[in-house]
């Protein structure tokens, strides 16, 4: 099948979170399975940088309508690999800035220009550059794709038959813009009602996506019931339960080639579940990275690797900071993200300087690190559509503490020390008790070193590579096809 991903991340070229690591991989896996994929992203100055040399442009120019004013877009083309086309939208006036969404966790002011372009652009490219079967999306930045084909395109006879699935990472974003986006964007009014993209006297990109593409899916099946829910459905959740139907979850893979203590190149030495020896020695790298090399050998090591956001529980890890941190554990945090958690972070450390430190920045090198180097890695999400980090860590020999929620609760069984099965810890209530009191039992079974390497090994032995889940995606595909042809 032919397939065109849209994303506004992917890795290596831009990245903020998991979703950059989701469409890095999952492309290449589906072309392994003989499929046809193109990904469009935005030529952000990360790109830019990373395909450096000479610009080959695809197409030079696309119109793309607004208002009062037309904006011109070329499409640069990023070649091959992995067997997967790249092409990149390039309106240097939109994208050639420092971040990807905006400064310090926060939005640029023209998003709703800056992704209803991307939509539309990619819509107009493919009509060029070959129409595909079904438009896979990712997240609100590309959820007026299936807008623009059911509206304004609905005519067009070039895409009469391409299909539409859009992923939910996170519906936390949706992309909420003044009513007068409609008009901007070049939609017709009749679209701004509650039961299609109105939400509340907003323009919101995500629930048009939702109501408009023939197939919907999430990264967990857990958040697939989740958002269906008051909780966790930010306002959309009746739009979701209407769309139950139609809706799957398909839980992520992980990259082993880039995530693997057997060969990863950011460690100082490496390891596997049958010698484990260089784990020790990640141990003493990591905490000298982040100058804690004199805590104690048999001081279990806690990491906390994160965007520094409401979702991840910040608040929670904020309450119980200092009756942590006089327990006797080493903490090491990497994360950046609101200036409101990372002062909490500075205070923390300026609190505990001789056991808890933290690194408050992006750093690839140290995230591997602390994966590896750590004993134990704390994800006490208030919500947690898939989650990665919880799933390296399984792999790396460090032992997961979670909240219940989404993809943490797939992905992690609580350590059951009589049958000697389980991966980790976990608790269900967003409570400071119930999260200690998971980092407690953690504590406990730490003290009994026989048991906690039976625990390491069995999520050592956990296997969450994307050949499943690529399949799963090609499943929807064929359902797609079905529903359009
Ligand atoms: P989310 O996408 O909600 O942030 P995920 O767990 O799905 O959460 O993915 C987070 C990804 O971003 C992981 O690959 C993680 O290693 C990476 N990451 C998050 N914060 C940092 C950081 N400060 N430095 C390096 N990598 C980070
Ligand atoms: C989002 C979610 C995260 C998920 C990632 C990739 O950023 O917050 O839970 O793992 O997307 O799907």
């Not at 701004?192 to 999430?218: A, I, N, W």
């Not at 979670?402 to 059951?416: H, K, Q, S």
């Not at 119930?434 to 406990?444: F, I, K, P, Y």
Request: hydrophobic content about 40%; proline content about 5%; some cysteine.
């Amino acid at each position: 099948m032919q397939i065109v991903i849209a994303a506004s991340e992917c890795v290596p070229f831009a990245k903020t979170g998991g979703l950059a690591d989701v469409v890095g991989t999952l492309p290449p896996e589906l072309a392994k399975l003989g499929h046809e994929v193109t990904v469009y992203l935005p030529f952000y100055l990360q790109a830019r940088q990373r395909l450096q040399g000479e610009l080959n442009y695809a197409i030079r120019s696309l119109t793309i309508p607004f208002r009062y004013y037309n904006r011109f877009a070329g499409i640069v083309d990023g070649g091959k690999r992995g067997g997967v086309q790249y092409y990149f939208v390039d309106c240097p006036e939109l994208y050639d800035r420092p971040e990807l969404y905006g400064p310090r966790g926060g939005e640029y002011g023209d998003n709703a220009e800056r992704f209803g372009l991307f939509c539309r652009a990619v819509v107009e490219a493919a009509k060029q550059l070959g129409v595909p079967q079904v438009f896979h999306l990712h997240d609100w930045q590309t959820a007026l794709i299936p807008v623009y084909l059911r509206t304004v395109y609905a005519a067009d006879p070039a895409l009469l038959g391409a299909g539409t699935v859009l992923t939910i990472h996170n519906a936390g974003y949706q992309g909420w813009f003044p009513p007068a986006t409609t008009e901007q964007l070049l939609f017709p009014w009749e679209i701004f009602t509650m039961d299609r993209l109105e939400q509340y006297d907003r323009f919101d990109f995500l629930k048009g996506g939702v109501v408009y593409s023939d197939m919907l899916t999430t990264v967990s099946r857990k958040y697939a019931e989740e958002i269906q829910t008051a909780e966790f459905g930010n306002g959309l959740e009746d739009v979701f339960r209407r769309r139950a139907a139609d809706l799957r979850g398909i839980l992520n893979g992980v990259d082993y080639s880039r995530w693997n203590p057997e060969t990863d190149r950011h460690l100082a030495a490496h390891f596997n579940a049958g010698d484990l020896a260089g784990k020790r020695e990640c141990r003493k790298d990591l905490l000298h990275a982040f100058g804690l090399g004199a805590v104690e050998e048999n001081v279990p090591v806690i990491a906390i690797v994160s965007r520094f956001a409401a979702q991840k529980g910040i608040d929670l890890m904020a309450q119980v900071a200092d009756a942590l941190a006089s327990r006797d554990v080493a903490v090491v945090v990497l994360g950046s993200g609101d200036p409101y958690y990372e002062n909490f972070f500075r205070s923390w450390v300026f609190r505990h300087p001789g056991n808890v430190a933290a690194r408050l920045s992006y750093d690839e090198a140290l995230a591997h690190k602390a994966e590896a180097g750590a004993d134990m890695f704390l994800m006490p999400s208030r919500y947690e559509p898939c989650g990665l980090n919880q799933i390296y860590s399984l792999r790396y020999g460090t032992v997961p503490v979670v909240r219940a929620t989404g993809g943490l609760d797939d992905t992690v069984e609580e350590w059951n020390a009589e049958t000697s099965t389980g991966t980790g810890f976990k608790f269900l209530n967003y409570s400071s008790e119930d999260l200690l009191a998971a980092v407690d039992r953690g504590l406990e079974a730490f003290r009994n070193q026989d048991g906690w390497v039976r625990l390491m090994r069995n999520g050592m032995a956990q296997h969450y590579g994307w050949e499943k889940p690529a399949r799963q995606y090609a499943e929807v595909y064929e359902e797609v096809a079905q529903k359009r042809a």
